[in-house]
T-cell receptor, first 116, second 112 residues
């Protein structure tokens, strides 16, 4: 069965510093996708970044980058130059089998607080 | 503007009543999903639909029902059989060539 594990319930970071949010995954599939979503206090899930299992380079989107280590089954999110608006819950997710409609399997989330 | 709308944002119901949550998208996406989120937890899949007039159970479908009569709409009914209906419900959609799912703003349901 596929599983996502986020072991950091909460993290603090100083404004303008970089922070890494951890994510490990478990799957027996060779083809899979990994996602990070941000959930501010309003509740909406905001897509941040995607990494395919066959992508050789780590994904980057602006201040977000995904540190993909396939052998370790980890997909950590790195946020550079943290801003106060980055304070939110962050969820790592994996795309389930296409036979199950491409559903997303989520971790428990990490609450990030950015200090001024 | 293209997007997903969910209404209402907050919903209150008495125990034993069925309630229907609305989800509408104008992104022309084929696939739509319903997730449930409990406090301090990640999202869990309730139902999904990949095409009009077809839908499949997700991981926690018991006590819920859906319909997909139009491409744009995927309403979720929380029935009285759902033992713990109080939760935050999120609807999402995905285009055929997209990997990511786009989410609506969510509906917070409270049943007392």
């Amino acid at each position: 069965a596929q599983k996502i594990t986020q072991t950091q319930p909460g993290m603090f970071v100083q404004e303008k510093e970089a922070v890494t949010l951890d994510c490990t995954y478990d799957t027996s599939d060779q083809s899979y996708g990994l996602f990070w979503y941000k959930q501010p206090s309003s509740g909406e899930m905001i897509f941040l970044i995607y990494q395919g299992s066959y992508d050789e380079q780590n994904a980057t989107e602006g201040r977000y980058s995904l540190n993909f280590q396939k052998a370790r089954k980890s997909a950590n999110l790195v946020i550079s130059a943290s801003q106060l608006g980055d304070s939110a819950m962050y969820f790592c997710a994996m795309r389930g089998p296409w036979g199950q409609g491409g559903k997303l399997i989520f971790g428990q989330g990490t609450e990030l607080s950015v200090k001024p | 503007d293209g997007g997903i709308t969910q209404s209402p944002k907050y919903l209150f119901r008495k125990e034993g009543q069925n309630v229907t949550l609305s989800c509408e998208q104008n992104l022309n996406h084929d696939a739509m999903y319903w997730y449930r989120q409990d406090p301090g937890q990640g999202l869990r899949l309730i139902y999904y639909s990949q095409i009009v007039n077809d839908f499949q159970k997700g991981d926690i479908a018991e006590g819920y029902s859906v319909s997909r009569e139009k491409k744009e709409s995927f309403p979720l009914t929380v029935t009285s059989a759902q033992k713990n209906p109080t939760a935050f419900y999120l609807c999402a959609s995905r285009g055929g060539l997209d990997y990511e799912q786009y989410f609506g703003p969510g509906t917070r349901l409270t049943v007392t």
